[in-house]
C-alpha cells in the first residue's frame, strides 16, 4: 500500500498494490508481517499535519492491519539533537524535538503501549536514509548548488549518522526471519563509521568539479539570521537546528543482538553516486524527480 495512485511499474513484479492515504482510512487486512513506512517526512510541515499522518495514520495502519509482527520505520529525529551519542534506552524529551520527530515519538510510544504476548512489535529508527530510491537527502544537498557557486555553512565539521539503504533492508529481512521473542524492541539502524556532514558534501562536490564549480561557504550567523526570511527553503531556521548539528546514533544493540554486520557506508557508495550524479540532469536531481530510482 502507498499513497501515490501509480507506483512504479517494476512493483507488480512482486506485488499487488492499493493506493491509500493513511490520514485518511486504511483497510481491514490480515498479514504475518507488517511494515510500516509511510509518513510525512518534513521540516516545513505544521505540527498538527505531521501528527496527523506520522502519529494518528500509524494507529490506523496499526489497527486495521492485523499482523502478528509490525514493524515500524520511525527515524532518528525522535532524538533531541543535543551532541550526544544517542541509545535506544535513553529518556527523551518532547520539548526538544523537532515537529516531525515528536510525530514519530508519539507513535512509537502509543506503539509501545499495545504490546502483548501474541503480537510482536519492533520499531527501527535509521538516520537520513540514502542510496538508491534517494529523492530527499541527495536532491537537498544538490539544491545547494546555485548556478556556478556551490553554497554551504561555513562550519561543517558536524558527527553525523547515515543510514544506506543497503543496510536498512536486510537488517529488516533479519529482523523478520530470526526466531527472537519479545513483545516490543526499539533498535538504531545506522551505518560504520560516523560521518563528518563536510566530508559527505565534499565527497559530492568531488563529482561535479568537472563543471568548474566555485565553493561559496556562508557564516553560520548570516545564514542563522537571513533563514528567518526563508521559511520554505533548504536552509531555514527549523533545518539548521535539527539537521545541522552533531546527531550520531550507537548501532551496538542490533548488532549484538541479531548478529548482523552492516558494511555498506556513504563511501563505499561513492562509485554509485557518481553514476547516478553522471547519467541524470542535475535539475531533475535537484527536484528529486519521481522515477529517478528507477532509471538505473
Not at 505531521?50 to 525522535?78: M, Q, R
Not at 504490546?115 to 544537498?141: E, F, M, N
Not at 552533531?246 to 555498506?264: A, Q
Request: aromatic letters at 10%; one cysteine or more; charged letters at 25%.
Amino acid at each position: 500500500m502507498g499513497r501515490s495512485k501509480e507506483p512504479p511499474a517494476e512493483l507488480f513484479n512482486y506485488a499487488e498494490y492499493k493506493s491509500v492515504d493513511i490520514s485518511s482510512s486504511v483497510p481491514e487486512l490480515e498479514a504475518t508481517v507488517c511494515i510500516h513506512c509511510a509518513g510525512l517526512a518534513s521540516d516545513k510541515e505544521t505540527r498538527e499535519n505531521l501528527l496527523l499522518v506520522n502519529t494518528e495514520g500509524t494507529k490506523k495502519v496499526f489497527s486495521n492491519i492485523h499482523a502478528d509482527h509490525f514493524i515500524y520505520l520511525s527515524s532518528a529525529s525522535a532524538y533531541p539533537p543535543n551532541g550526544l551519542l544517542h541509545k535506544e534506552d535513553e529518556v527523551i524529551d518532547e520539548a526538544e524535538l523537532s515537529n516531525y520527530g515528536l510525530s514519530k515519538l508519539r507513535a512509537e510510544s502509543w506503539l509501545q503501549l499495545q504490546a502483548t504476548a501474541s503480537k510482536k512489535i519492533t520499531v527501527l529508527r535509521p538516520r537520513g536514509v540514502y542510496g538508491k530510491g534517494d529523492r530527499i537527502l541527495l536532491p537537498r544537498i544538490l539544491r545547494l548548488k546555485r548556478g556556478p557557486f556551490l553554497i554551504t555553512p561555513a562550519k561543517l565539521d558536524y558527527k553525523i549518522s547515515l543510514t544506506n539503504i543497503e543496510n536498512l533492508l536486510p537488517a529488516t529481512e533479519k529482523i523478520i526471519s530470526a526466531d527472537k521473542k519479545y513483545s516490543y524492541e526499539l533498535f538504531n539502524i545506522t551505518d560504520n563509521p560516523t560521518h563528518l556532514l563536510g566530508d559527505v558534501i565534499n565527497s559530492i562536490w568531488d563529482i561535479l568539479s568537472e563543471k568548474k564549480n566555485i565553493s561559496f561557504r556562508v557564516p553560520q550567523s548570516i545564514i542563522r539570521f537571513s533563514s528567518r526570511f526563508l521559511p520554505q527553503s533548504d536552509l531555514n531556521a527549523n533545518t539548521l537546528k535539527f539537521y545541522l548539528c552533531d546527531h550520531e546514533l550507537s548501532n551496538e544493540k542490533i548488532k549484538k543482538v541479531f548478529g548482523l554486520e552492516l558494511p555498506h557506508n556513504f563511501y563505499n557508495y561513492r562509485s554509485v553516486l557518481e553514476q547516478w550524479i553522471i547519467s541524470v540532469p542535475l535539475v531533475d536531481l535537484q527536484k528529486g524527480a519521481i522515477d529517478l530510482p528507477w532509471r538505473i
